[in-house]
Nanobody
């Protein structure tokens, strides 16, 4: 069974930074595009960044220039470096494979205070 374990969230002031990590099951990680999703309070879950097996990246307009997604194949881990955080970045962050989604992990909470 695929396991996705997110970590690294926390409470940070606007303008601050956080780095999220997602450890994934080996084969699932190796063959899939991986992505980070965000679910803000009262809103639907949205894809904010994705990274291909060739490390090509895509970003939602709302995070472009502030967030950087990366992957480490040796550790089966995908990262999300978040800089210049804004209160509207607050939410529960999850990782998954956008084109072959597995069960969701527990996510990691990011709270940005103004």
């Amino acid at each position: 069974q695929v396991q996705l374990v997110e970590s690294g969230g926390g409470l940070v002031q606007a303008g601050g930074s956080l780095r999220l990590s997602c450890a994934a099951s080996g084969m699932f990680f190796r063959i899939n595009v991986m992505g980070w999703y965000r679910q803000a309070p009262g809103k639907e879950r949205e894809l904010v960044a994705s990274i291909g097996t060739d490390s090509s990246t895509k970003y939602a307009d709302s995070v472009k220039g502030r967030f950087t997604i990366s992957r480490d194949s040796a550790k089966n881990t995908v990262y999300l470096q978040m800089n210049s955080l804004k209160p509207e970045d607050t939410g529960l962050y999850y990782c998954n494979a956008p084109y072959r989604r597995s069960n969701w992990g527990q996510g990691t909470q990011v709270t940005v205070s103004s």
